[in-house]
């Protein structure tokens, strides 16, 4: 992760600079965690790869605001998610409810059926979530983030994405727990 980050790091110092090709690597690198990001909690193709570019342009306006504080990554992601909430917001209240669409990178046809049998069931699981707390583990557990990183995307204090954390999981367990009663 390390390199992944000082990689970016650099990309992003030479999009300051004009640079097209590091937009390019950039976007390589980054378009399809920003797009399973997006899907979450837009729950539509299309609007989530419009997040991928409307940040891909942001960053390419702004690539020399990146100050360090934090993680090349969890700007970027912070980026997407700005973009992604400005969309949410057009399209009127946002709802709770809204289910999550898991990574595009989840096992496909050729992985054993009950790996994917597992995987469709936490999916069914987190839509129950309120969005903060999907959020949350999307960005915790695919995204591998720390809880600070979180905390930074999602413009609140660490405790806060803990207790989000605490309640999703207390929330999906028994949903988790049924599935495999029916398993077994």
């Known amino acids: ?11 992003l110092k030479a999009i300051a600079a004009g640079d097209q090709s590091a937009l390019r690597h950039l976007y390589q690198a980054y378009a399809g965690r920003i797009h399973s990001f997006a899907i979450g909690s837009l729950r539509n193709a299309d609007e989530a790869s419009e997040v991928v570019v409307d940040t ?4 390419w306006r702004h690539a020399g605001r990146f100050r360090g504080d ?8 912070g980026i997407a998610r700005n973009v992604m909430l400005t969309k949410l917001r057009s399209r009127g209240p946002v709802h709770e409810d809204l289910p999550e669409d898991m990574p595009e990178d989840l096992p496909g046809p050729e992985e054993p059926t009950q790996r994917r049998q ?22 915790v557990y695919f995204e591998e983030l720390s809880l600070s990183e979180v905390a930074e995307i999602q413009g609140c204090p660490e405790n806060t994405v ?4 605490f309640h999703a999981r207390r929330k999906i367990k028994p949903c988790l727990a049924e599935f495999l009663r029916r398993e077994e």
């Open 1 to 11: 992760m390390q390199g992944r980050d000082s990689r970016t790091l650099e990309w």
């Open 70 to 77: 934090s993680k090349a990554s969890t700007w970027i992601l």
């Open 162 to 165: 803990k207790t989000r954390l």
């Open 56 to 59: 891909m342009y942001q960053i």
């Open 118 to 139: 597992v995987l469709e069931a936490v999916k069914a699981c987190m839509d129950e979530l309120p969005v903060e707390q999907r959020e949350c583990l999307h960005l």
